[in-house]
């Protein structure tokens, strides 16, 4: 609850924007300062909804370094989710707060599944069709070898046909051509290894210009280049804002729509908000968590990478 440049008040109203849909909402646990949670509870009229409050009164700044804060701020919301995650007190755990913070907490409380050598964190792309790709990883890994570009794509297959609903969704290899061969050692090498793997649905090399075309479904890449895709992608919406563009394409690149992204290849639903996530961002992010959970996206990649 006091991760995000608008903590916690908007916090509280995704909360509420969630508890005012239909279906069956899970049970949400707060964590953070009830001195600042309880009255907001109370002026949003959710204090009778059932919500349980955890008093973590410490806070992660996002300038501090992520693994010094933890280890000295175990009673911030950050090192209390990853507590009550690891115990098995909660069953995902979502915040906007210092994403290095969450990124140690995932890998070293949590840890990475049997067999995944390293956790990644995508992009989501819109597409002018409506559809949209899932760019990965987006920063967190920014050497990589083959193998790891080849476990993201398998990764992102599995959350793009169980959570999307994609069927056989189709895997391309960013680079600087479409014929086999281009590229630098490792985009050649992991081709390869992308072309001989029968668990996996790959189209073969895409270009930068084929990033927001609907051309495959998870663009596969080492996290230097994913994040120059996705800045250059966040840049192009605050262009359009500023000049006050409005265009219905456009808007869906405004981060809001999604909420925030899951740290794949962890054991258990982590998922990552922007750190200036609003109502509707705090929304999705739940709505995501609880999406990865009915599914049992976690058990579908322990048995894909178990097998």
């Not at 009229?45 to 010094?68: N, S």
């Not at 998922?271 to 959970?293: E, P, V, Y």
Request: glycine share 12%.
């Amino acid at each position: 609850m006091m991760g995000g440049d608008y903590a916690p008040l908007e916090a509280v109203k995704g909360i509420s924007l969630y508890l005012a849909e239909k279906g069956s909402p899970s049970s949400l646990v707060l964590l953070g300062d009830e001195t600042q949670i309880n009255p907001l509870l109370e002026a949003h009229g959710l204090a009778v909804m059932g919500l349980h409050v955890v008093h973590a009164p410490q806070v992660i700044d996002m300038h501090e370094h992520p693994t010094k804060a933890l280890k000295e701020k175990q009673q911030s919301s950050i090192a209390v989710g990853f507590h009550l995650l690891a115990g098995g007190k909660i069953d995902a755990f979502l915040s906007a707060g210092n994403t290095g913070a969450m990124m140690v907490g995932a890998l070293f409380s949590i840890k990475a599944l049997p067999g995944i050598s390293r956790p990644t964190i995508g992009a989501y792309m819109p597409r002018e069709n409506g559809k949209l790709g899932y760019l990965l990883d987006a920063g967190i890994n920014a050497d990589c070898k083959p193998e790891n570009l080849l476990q993201f794509a398998v990764l992102g297959s599995l959350f793009a046909e169980h959570v999307w609903n994609i069927p056989s969704p189709r895997v391309g290899l960013v680079n600087i051509g479409e014929e086999e061969g281009k590229g630098n050692i490792l985009a050649q090498a992991a081709y390869t290894l992308l072309k001989e793997n029968k668990e996996i649905n790959f189209i073969g090399n895409i270009e930068g210009r084929d990033i927001l075309l609907d051309k495959a479904d998870i663009m596969v890449c080492e996290g230097f280049t994913g994040n120059v895709l996705l800045k250059m992608a966040e840049s192009m919406y605050d262009i359009v804002q500023r000049r006050e563009i409005r265009d219905e394409y456009f808007e869906r690149f405004n981060f809001e729509a999604y909420g925030g992204v899951p740290v794949l290849g962890v054991a258990k639903p982590v998922i990552i908000g922007h750190g200036i996530s609003h109502a509707r961002a705090f929304m999705n992010m739940i709505r995501l968590a609880q999406t990865m959970i009915e599914k049992d996206l976690l058990g579908k990649i322990r048995e894909k990478f178990g097998a």
